[in-house]
């Protein structure tokens, strides 16, 4: 089995940035994609950022510029750097994984959220 721990949630003025981590632990054989997505009530789910494991790195057309997605492959470690917040951005935010596990089958891995709240 595969874990996903996000922290660095919070409450943050507008204008203010935050950085979100996501730990994956367990049978990783290779993490492929890494992403965040975000929820805000009564909203669908919808992708934040998305990163392959080479690198190449994808983005909201409503982050672009203010947000930036990294990893570090080594680590299993993933991060979202948020900057110029505004109220909007209020979700919960989840890190997702598509993980290789030592048995060679690919999965999807959610990680259990973090608040995120903008005030104005």
């Known amino acids: 089995q595969v874990q996903l721990v996000e922290s660095g949630g919070g409450l943050v003025q507008a204008g203010g940035s935050l950085r979100l981590s996501c730990a994956a632990s367990?049978?990783?054989?290779?993490?492929?994609?890494m992403g965040w997505y975000r929820q805000a009530p009564g909203k669908q789910r919808e992708l934040v950022a998305v990163?392959?494991?080479?690198?190449?790195?994808n983005y909201a057309d409503s982050v672009k510029g203010r947000f930036t997605i990294s990893r570090d492959n080594a680590k299993n470690t993933g991060d979202l750097q948020m900057n110029s917040l505004k109220p909007e951005d209020t979700a919960v935010y989840y890190c997702?994984?598509?993980?290789?596990?030592?048995?060679?089958?690919?999965?999807?891995?959610w990680g259990q959220g973090t608040q995120v709240t903008v005030s104005s």
């Open positions: 997702h994984a598509v993980v290789t596990t030592m048995s060679m089958f690919s999965y999807s891995y």
């Open positions: 367990g049978s990783i054989f290779n993490i492929n994609d």
């Open positions: 990163i392959s494991s080479g690198g190449t790195t």
